[in-house]
C-alpha cells in the first residue's frame, strides 16, 4: 500500500520553476510534521524544507531559502512545494516524508516515505 505519493517532477530550464505536491494515505496522527527530502546522483538525501501539519513553522536548508516555499495547502494530508529559481545543482530525485513525532524540524529521522520524483533543472 502506497502512503506517500509525490507528483510534479520534471524538466526545466534554470530559472524556472517547478511545484511539487504530495498526497498522504495515512491517520491524520503520522503526518504531524511533513517534509521534502532530496537525493543528487552520488550524493546523501538530504532535507531541504519540512512544516508542520498547521503550517504555523516551517524550515528551510540554506541552500533552498528564499527560492522554495512549502505549504499544506489542503488540509493535514497534502503539502506542496514551491521550486522558483531552480539551479542545476537542484536536479535530484525528491521525496516527500511524514512523521507523528513532535519534535525539531531540522530532524531527518521520518516514519514514512514516498518513492521519489525527479527534478532535472538543465543550464
Known amino acids: 500500500q502506497v502512503q506517500l505519493v509525490e507528483s510534479g517532477g520534471g524538466s526545466v530550464q534554470t530559472g524556472e520553476s517547478l511545484r511539487l505536491s504530495c498526497k498522504a494515505s495515512l491517520p491524520v496522527t503520522s503526518t504531524y510534521v511533513m517534509g521534502w527530502f532530496r537525493q543528487a546522483p552520488g550524493k546523501e538525501r538530504e532535507i531541504v524544507a519540512a512544516?508542520?501539519?498547521?503550517?504555523?513553522?516551517?524550515y528551510y536548508a540554506d541552500a533552498v531559502k528564499g527560492r522554495f516555499a512549502i505549504s499544506r495547502p489542503n488540509g493535514a494530508n497534502t503539502m506542496s512545494l514551491q521550486m522558483n529559481s531552480l539551479k542545476p545543482e537542484d536536479t535530484a530525485v525528491y521525496y516527500c516524508?511524514?512523521?507523528?513525532?513532535?519534535?525539531?524540524?531540522?530532524?531527518?529521522?521520518?516514519?514514512?516515505w514516498g518513492q521519489g520524483t525527479q527534478v532535472t533543472v538543465s543550464a
Open positions: 516524508a511524514a512523521r507523528s513525532q513532535i519534535s525539531g524540524l531540522r530532524e531527518t529521522n521520518y516514519d514514512y
Open positions: 512544516i508542520t501539519r498547521t503550517g504555523g513553522s516551517t
